[in-house]
C-alpha cells in the first residue's frame, strides 16, 4: 500500500511541476477545482446537471488553462523539453486532449442529429430535455475516458499505475484547492509565473 502512496504522490508531483507554471493557469485550476466538487455533491441527486457543470465550467476552465497560458517552451526549472513532459505524461497529454475534447464538442451535435441514439433512449422533447441528454452523455464520456485511459495504462505499464492515476484525478480537485488557492493574488500582483519549489 505504502507503494501505491509513493506513486500518488510522484503523479501529483510531476503533474504540478511540469504543467503548472502559469498563475493564470492554476487559476483557472482553482476554479475547475471548485465546480468539479460542485459538480461530485451533485452527481448523488442529478448526475446529469453534474456533468453539464463538470464539462461546462471545470473542463474547460481546467483545458483552457492548459492550451493557452502553459509555457510550452523549455522548462528550465526541470531541465526538460515541452516534447519530453508529453511523452512521459501519465494521463491524458495535450495530444490526448484534443482527441478527448474534440469527442465531447461532438456529443451535443451527435445527438442534434440523432435524439433516440439509434433508438436506446427516448428523444427529448423540449430545450431541456435535450440539454440533460447531453449531460447523460458527458457523463458516460468521463466515465469512459477515465476507464480507458486506466485499461490503456495497464496494457503499456501496470495496472497499479493505471489505478493510481484514477485516484490521482478522482482527488485532484481537493488537491488543486489546497495548492492554488493563493494563485488568483498571485496574478492580481502580475506575477504570471509561479515560484519554483523543491518536492
Request: glycine share 6%; charged share 15%; no cysteine.
Amino acid at each position: 500500500m505504502s507503494t501505491f502512496w509513493q506513486q500518488l504522490n510522484e503523479q501529483r508531483w510531476d503533474d504540478h511541476r511540469y504543467y503548472h507554471h502559469s498563475t493564470i493557469n492554476q487559476s483557472l485550476h482553482l476554479i475547475s477545482a471548485i465546480s468539479f466538487v460542485v459538480a461530485y455533491v451533485l452527481v448523488w441527486t442529478d448526475p446529469a446537471i453534474a456533468a453539464l457543470l463538470a464539462w461546462l465550467v471545470s473542463m474547460v476552465s481546467r483545458q483552457s488553462g492548459h492550451f493557452f497560458f502553459e509555457p510550452k517552451g523549455y522548462d528550465e526549472v526541470n531541465q526538460a523539453t515541452h516534447e519530453y513532459k508529453e511523452e512521459i505524461k501519465v494521463g491524458y497529454n495535450l495530444h490526448r486532449k484534443v482527441v478527448l475534447m474534440a469527442i465531447w464538442a461532438l456529443i451535443p451535435a451527435w445527438l442534434w442529429v440523432n435524439p433516440s441514439v439509434m433508438g436506446l433512449i427516448e428523444p427529448s422533447t423540449d430545450l431541456m430535455g435535450f440539454a440533460r441528454d447531453v449531460g447523460w452523455a458527458w457523463f458516460a464520456l468521463g466515465v469512459g475516458g477515465l476507464v480507458f485511459r486506466v485499461l490503456q495504462l495497464a496494457v503499456q505499464q501496470n495496472l497499479n499505475t493505471g489505478l493510481v492515476w484514477a485516484t490521482k484525478i478522482l482527488t485532484d480537485p481537493f488537491h488543486d484547492i489546497a495548492l492554488y488557492y493563493r494563485s488568483p493574488l498571485l496574478v492580481l500582483r502580475g506575477q504570471w509565473l509561479a515560484p519554483a519549489r523543491a518536492h
